[in-house]
């Protein structure tokens, strides 16, 4: 069965796998693929997370850390970083070693099942995780319930664009030119198949943003960006 029509545990293990594998060279291959613009990206959550002065943040699927590590530039603010893949974490925790930097709090974590109390977040801010999840609506829930009320969720994925005149080259970078790097870079060229898959096979943008409404959130709204291939989703917790 193709990866992405995975459902469940097997769904899990299979993304589990694939990342813990590909984890070492996971943040460059998202420098290139991406032309630098995911910093750009990550910026806009973080900004968009609204954080007060000595707020808590939560970076769910945080892989390397990005998100988090961003976060604590801000005064005061303090971040757990959480994933339940744990090489890919381990890269980020001895690359911020290396560099004698300050470090999110890394946490093993499933988005199915957060190991955090009710309403002890501010915001909770993840970056191309919503797509892997097995149920999207229970992983909406777990976000909301961490999160105290007021706080804020702000989600950054791969998105379906419309139909427009970039099309072509669009899908030739998605279906060709992404899994050749990666396969070049990682070694692993079914990886960045499953990336174009799983985006294709994932809500729309809309369809998101309607499930972030469901699942309870007030204020939902959504940008795309890179000529409609990336969303960022926000929502807040009333
Ligand atoms: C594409 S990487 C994104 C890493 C990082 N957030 C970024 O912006 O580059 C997706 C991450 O989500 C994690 N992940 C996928 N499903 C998860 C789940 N159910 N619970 C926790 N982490 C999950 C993977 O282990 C992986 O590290």
Redesign the pocket.
Known sequence: MKPEKLTGQAR?QY??AM?SRIAYRYDLM?RLMTFGQDRYW?AEVIRRAALPTGGRLL??????G??AIDALRLPGVSAVA????LE?MLVGHRRLQARRQHEPAWSG????HLPFREQVFDAVV????MR??SDVERALREQRRVLRPGGRVVI?DTTRPKPNLLTPVINIHMHRVIPALGKLLTGEGEAYTYLPDSTENFLSAEQLAARLQAAGFIQVGFRRLNFGTIAIHWGVNP
Request: proline share 0%; aromatic share 10%; charged share 15%.
């Open positions: 899990a993304v589990q990342f998202n990550r970076d769910l699927g945080t892989g390397t990005d998100l959480g994933d339940f893949t890919m974590a499933d988005a199915l993840s970056g191309f995780l892997n999840v950054l």
